[in-house]
Nanobody, 124 residues
Framework: QVQLVESGGGLVQAGGSLRLSCAASGRTFSRYAMGWFRQAPGKEREFVASIDWSGGSTSLADSVKGRFTISRDNAKNRVYLQMNSLKVEDTAVYYC?????????????????WGQGTQVTVSS
């Protein structure tokens, strides 16, 4: 198991930017892929982005391509989600997750550790 703590959420106007951060501990961080998911009120949790163990390969949901970037710093045991050009529909609780594998994936079932989430609210 991995302990994950997200930070960086908040309230921002449409068109603005936020950077989410996730601190990991409890397992060798550089050995596994990481991901970001989100859940809006009344909706199911959905995949946002993932990154492989090295940071060299990423996967993004179509709804955030061109606006969001996922990155990681293995020396600091952190993964980041840079969110630009935010839209009202990006409003959700964002969760950091650690995968059981080393490659970037969109499969929720492969993520076995989750953070508590951080709220992102985009106002019009």
């Amino acid at each position: 198991q991995v302990q994950l703590v997200e930070s960086g959420g908040g309230l921002v106007q449409a068109g603005g930017s936020l950077r989410l951060s996730c601190a990991a501990s409890g397992r060798t961080f550089s050995r596994y892929a990481m991901g970001w998911f989100r859940q809006a009120p009344g909706k199911e949790r959905e995949f946002v982005a993932s990154i492989d163990w090295s940071g060299g390969s990423t996967s993004l949901a179509d709804s955030v391509k061109g606006r969001f970037t996922i990155s990681r710093d293995n020396a600091k045991n952190r993964v980041y989600l840079q969110m630009n050009s935010l839209k009202v529909e990006d409003t959700a609780v964002y969760y950091c997750a650690a995968s059981q594998t080393s490659t970037a994936t969109i499969r929720t079932s492969l993520f076995d550790s989750w953070g508590q989430g951080t709220q992102v609210t985009v106002s019009s």
